[in-house]
């Protein structure tokens, strides 16, 4: 296992918290500072998949393929428009896969050896988990160094933080003894509200330097971007919310040991005929 590769889950069993939206934003920020990059789309919603344009990933190798052995990962990977980040999509396929896992042996390491062949080809891996601690979530806590848990600044938010830690807490004592909590993401910040205020006092009084400094706030743009297939970067870039998940990456990046020079990024496969048709892979990834 290389000490520059790095594998962070997304996680919050709370919905509509800024998870998939930090989850690629957060990537887009790594690979326009020329990092190489892979998101991984564990979610069956597929929302991280369509907000990179893979709207027809159906018709190509998916994070469930992976799963369940009918390829290998790296068959799974598409071109986006940046040029050093990769995409895993998911699909409605992924909402049978908690089913279909049931009787696979060690069904909650199947992400990890999946992975196993090409985490070494990304400085930085990045999964986007379901909104629940199911075994989807399972097998990114089992193959994941570190959880990046976002946090939007409202009553119930200290409740599921709660919840989610203990549940860390028992993947580190029993399957994933390096997982490690990589910080929590406030997201989604208001701060004219005076709830949102008292909370995220209460969130930094608790927990300190696992808070991030920079805070995402609510953005109109941000809220936009998904419907064009963009990441934040590439549909408004002098946005607030862009220039404020570009302070969260560099604020994550800072304590990451990454490689100098930076890694390029793969060579896509030829067996995904994706990589074939979307022509993404000539750019330059400069969204400026």
């Known amino acids: ?38 998101l991984i789309d564990l979610d069956p919603q597929a929302n991280a998949s369509s907000a990179y344009g893979a709207t027809d990933a159906a018709r190509y190798p998916q994070v469930y393929d992976a799963l369940l052995g009918n390829c290998v990962m790296k068959d799974a990977v598409m ?17 049978g896969a908690e089913i279909e ?61 709660a919840r989610l830690l203990e549940t860390i807490e028992l993947v580190r004592g029993g399957l994933n003894p390096r997982l490690e909590i990589g910080g929590i993401m406030l997201t989604m910040v208001d701060t004219r509200n005076n709830l949102a205020r008292q909370v995220e006092a209460e969130v930094r009084a608790h927990f ?14 941000v809220s936009e971007a998904p419907s064009h297939g963009k990441p934040i970067l590439l549909y408004d870039i002098h946005s607030r919310g862009a220039v404020a998940y570009l302070e969260l990456a560099e604020e994550i990046q800072a304590g990451l040991d990454l490689r100098d020079p930076p890694l390029a990024p793969p060579p896509l496969s030829a067996f995904n005929p994706a990589n074939d048709s979307t022509g993404k892979e000539s750019s330059d990834g400069d969204p400026t």
């Open 1 to 38: 296992m290389s000490s520059h590769s790095r594998v962070f889950a997304v996680v919050n069993q709370k919905g509509g918290v800024g998870k998939t939206t930090s989850a690629v934003n957060l990537t887009a920020c790594f690979a326009a500072s020329e990092r190489a990059t892979l």
């Open 79 to 95: 071109a986006t428009e940046l040029r050093h980040l990769h995409l895993v999509p998911s699909g409605q396929d992924l909402v």
């Open 101 to 161: 896992l049931v009787s696979v042996l060690e069904r909650e390491r199947r992400l990890e050896r999946a992975l196993a062949d090409l985490r070494d080809d990304y400085e930085i891996i990045m999964i986007d988990c379901p909104p629940s601690l199911g075994i989807l979530t399972l097998n990114a806590l089992t193959a994941a160094d570190a959880v990046l848990i976002p946090m939007q600044c409202e009553y119930y938010a200290l409740e599921g933080l």
């Open 208 to 221: 300190g330097d696992v808070v991030f400094r920079t805070r995402i706030p609510r953005n109109v743009r």
